[in-house]
């Protein structure tokens, strides 16, 4: 992945993504939910957990790209859990 041609306008497509969530999500400043239409992987979604939203729903059309997202999304809670539990 990091050898990829396309690695540094992945990257700066990211860091733009993750300021736009953090402004808007600061201008609200209140309880959030947000569906993500063609969430894909769901590459984001420790960009939205960051921001404290409450409610996340990511669809997309393509199935193995929701049980990714879905892989992910468990890992993340796996791992929110864990460290709750040793602190």
């Known amino acids: 992945r990091e050898d ?3 690695i540094f306008v992945r990257k700066f497509n990211n860091f733009i993504k993750t ?3 953090q402004e808007f999500t600061n ?3 209140r ?3 947000v569906l993500d239409l063609c969430c ?19 669809c ?3 199935p193995n790209s929701v049980n990714e997202a879905l892989r992910r999304y468990l890992e993340m809670h ?3 859990m864990e ?3 040793r602190n």
Do not use: C
């Open 27 to 29: 201008k609200l400043g």
């Open 78 to 80: 796996n791992d929110a």
């Open 31 to 33: 309880r959030l939910s």
């Open 60 to 62: 997309d059309l393509s």
């Open 40 to 58: 894909g992987k769901g590459g984001d979604l420790k960009k939205w957990q960051r921001q404290n939203v409450d409610h996340y729903v990511g």
């Open 19 to 21: 300021m736009l969530i």
């Open 4 to 6: 990829s041609e396309t």
């Open 83 to 85: 460290r709750g539990m």
